[in-house]
């Protein structure tokens, strides 16, 4: 069993920088490809970024190309979203889930745990 828990959100300016993390316990959090997503208000959930279990490869949205990281720190059982030159259209509760799909790179339509979001609010 795998619980998360992310934190880090709050408001910012356009162009500035906010580094989101989410905490999971339990031991098997290395078993899983992490994701990152996004809801803006009245908008469907997005997917943002994804990072392999040993957080050797990652992938995001090409509207966060550039401007986004995700990282990993196994031994902390924490993923992290680096996120760099914000805009207001970055505005969103954003999410952290984990899926145990065999590839970063195709999308699953369940995942196994999913965080309670934190909310980002950029300003102009």
């Known amino acids: 069993q795998v619980q998360l828990v992310e934190s880090g959100g709050g408001l910012v300016q356009a162009g500035g920088s906010l580094r989101l993390s989410c905490a999971a316990s339990g031991r098997t959090f290395r078993n899983y490809v992490m994701d990152w997503f996004r809801q803006a208000p009245g908008k469907e959930r997005d997917f943002v970024a994804a990072?392999?279990?040993?957080?050797?490869?990652?992938y995001y949205t090409d509207s966060v190309k550039g401007r986004y990281t995700i990282s990993r720190d196994n031994g902390k059982n924490t993923v992290y979203l680096q996120m760099n030159s914000l805009k207001p259209e970055d505005t969103a509760v954003y999410y952290c889930a984990a899926s145990s799909r065999a590839s970063i790179y195709v999308r699953t339509a369940q995942y196994d745990y999913w965080g309670q979001g934190t909310q980002v609010t950029v300003s102009s």
């Open positions: 990072i392999s279990r040993s957080g050797g490869s990652t």
